[in-house]
């Protein structure tokens, strides 16, 4: 059977007449791309009918299920390393006019950290020596108030903009504020803007020669070990014991790490990453159109197979660079496919 895709622009068809079905595991199979949610379409042979496929909750065990959710503890065990600067080597130079370059990877064991919530670490400039980004412990568990002497620091708003302030003992507050724009490409890990130091002027974290990029965000701290930060637990809950790896608070299915993988509402259960329409035949017969629930935090990618039990692997159809992508148009040659869409969160380590 010969299978072929052609990807082509989409606009958003608005049509619902199609409900998706289907199964439900997590996704553990790339490292890199991770996650929250599987759900798949059946193009029977021969036909534009859809049939559905049996629903598999995530609690409910299939050999299948088992195999992956096996894989999913290996590759996302907790407490991963945030001492080290997150900072490549090569590119990890800013520069102000008045003093000079700023070294973002400092002495590498204490350097940048860029998190998905907050930052650590230091600056190192020759000229005016460490600069801090934060002390790592916000009083609230999730971001920096900067109200007080103890809780400053600069946040991550998890779209990619950093807002705060970093401390140099001998220059003072630097800001991360809105006219210098200071943000990270989710997607590259380049940085671009600037920041202010009121006795030294801008800071540009990008320029004609150098520029500042960081290899991956951080995972928050997961004090508790079960997979999601501590921050997302505090945001959503106030507490670090009502949400665990295997809990679903809202009862839509889907657990609430994986709501934290796709950044869904865990208290919502109309909130979870699903494909909401699919279509095949318009306008030609072997073109399809698939549709899914997407949060402007996370990268999506969409995979087939033409068998949906092992050993048929998945392979990668498209994985969009820009954040929030919801639908996808091609064209599928084969006789019969099935369809999964994978959130993941940006520059996972
Ligand atoms: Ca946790
Ligand atoms: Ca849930
Ligand atoms: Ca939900």
Known sequence: MKTQFNLAALAPSGSADFQSAVSRISNPQTPRTLEGDWQFNTLPTGSRRYSRLETCATARATSWHSVLLGLALLLFAPGALRAATTITETNYLAYGA?????????????????????????????????????????????????????????????????????????????????????????????????????????????????????????????????????????????????????????????????????????????????????????????????QWTARPTRFYAVDYRSALTPPGAWTNLVTFPTLGASSVGFDDFGSQQFYRVRAFRPLMP
């Open 98 to 290: 008045n003093i000079g370059w700023v070294n973002a990877r400092g002495d590498v064991a204490n350097g940048a950290v860029i998190g998905e919530y907050i930052c650590t670490g230091y600056l190192w400039a020759a000229n005016v020596g460490w600069i801090r980004l934060g002390s790592g412990t916000p009083a609230n568990g999730i971001h920096y108030q900067n109200n007080s002497a103890t809780d400053w620091g600069v946040n991550h708003d998890g779209l990619g903009n950093l807002r705060g302030y970093a401390w140099g003992a001998n220059i003072g507050w630097i800001a991360f504020e809105t006219n210098g724009a200071p943000k990270v490409d989710l997607w590259t890990g380049k940085l671009s803007g600037s920041v202010w130091s009121a006795n030294c002027g801008w800071i540009s974290l990008s320029n004609a020669v150098a520029h500042v990029q960081t290899a991956s965000i951080a995972p928050g701290a997961d004090s508790d070990g079960d997979g999601i930060p501590d921050a997302w637990e505090l945001q959503n809950f106030g507490n670090l014991t009502t949400a665990n790896a295997t809990s679903d608070f809202d009862g839509d299915g889907m657990s609430d790490r994986d709501e934290y993988l796709a950044d869904t509402n865990p208290k919502d259960a109309s909130s979870n990453l699903r494909i909401t329409y699919f279509s095949r035949g318009t306008p030609t017969p072997t073109y399809n159109v698939l």
